[in-house]
T-cell receptor
């Protein structure tokens, strides 16, 4: 069975600082992993996805994530935080079968301080 | 391209009333998902369809909730009768189920308040 754990429900960084949001997964099959962002009063928006083509995945808004099989991790990073990055971030792993179901983590709220 | 379209965006009604939420998935997508999001419980998957057939409704909280997908371009989530604890943001998402790397695309949600 597939599952996702996001470490830290709240992360606070200063503007310009490194952003690191942690995600660990469990999967009985080769995983397909996703990061989504949710801005206030909006739906979830795809940031990036890992599909086994490359372990370092670049997404929108300067975010990237690295797939590490040995650590079962897919952490999200951004070198320099911007105030507009303040949002909730969700890590997800594709469920079994061919229905497109995703298993989501509990989410991490990113606060960016000026 | 049009994304997932949900209506209404906001709904305020009194407890006991019937509430119907609507969703139009992205054309060509064959999987549709209904989620509920609250501060207390986070993002919960209520039910999902594949090729218009309900696959898993184990997340539906109780019999007051029902969902239908009469065709590939329309789905409804109905609550009857509604209760204050149903207040939440309800999201619809769609994806192309076949293929290993297809993400879900979310609508902007319906913010439901039951008084």
């Amino acid at each position: 069975a597939q599952s996702v754990t996001q470490l830290g429900s709240h992360v606070s960084v200063s503007e310009g600082a490194l952003v690191l949001l942690r995600c660990n997964y469990s999967s009985s099959v080769p995983p397909y992993l996703f990061w989504y962002v949710q801005y206030p009063n909006q739906g979830l928006q795809l940031l990036l996805k890992y599909t086994s083509a490359a372990t370092l995945v670049k997404g929108i808004n300067g975010f990237e994530a690295e797939f590490k099989k040995s650590e079962t991790s897919f952490h999200l990073t951004k070198p320099s935080a911007h105030m507009s990055d303040a949002a909730e971030y969700f890590c997800a792993v594709r469920g079994s079968g061919n229905t497109g179901k995703l298993i989501f983590g509990q989410g991490t709220t990113l606060q960016v301080k000026p | 391209d049009a994304g997932v379209i949900q209506s209404p965006r906001h709904e305020v009604t009194e407890m006991g009333q019937e509430v119907t939420l609507r969703c139009k998935p992205i054309s060509g997508h064959n999987s549709l998902f209904w989620y509920r999001q609250t501060m207390m419980r986070g993002l919960e998957l209520l039910i999902y369809f594949n090729n218009n057939v309900p696959i898993d409704d184990s997340g539906m909280p109780e019999d007051r909730f029902s969902a239908k997908m009469p065709n590939a371009s329309f789905s409804t989530l109905k609550i009857q009768p509604s209760e204050p604890r149903d207040s939440a943001v309800y999201f619809c998402a769609s994806s192309f189920g076949q293929g290993s790397n297809q993400p879900q695309h979310f609508g902007d949600g319906t913010r439901l308040s039951i008084l």
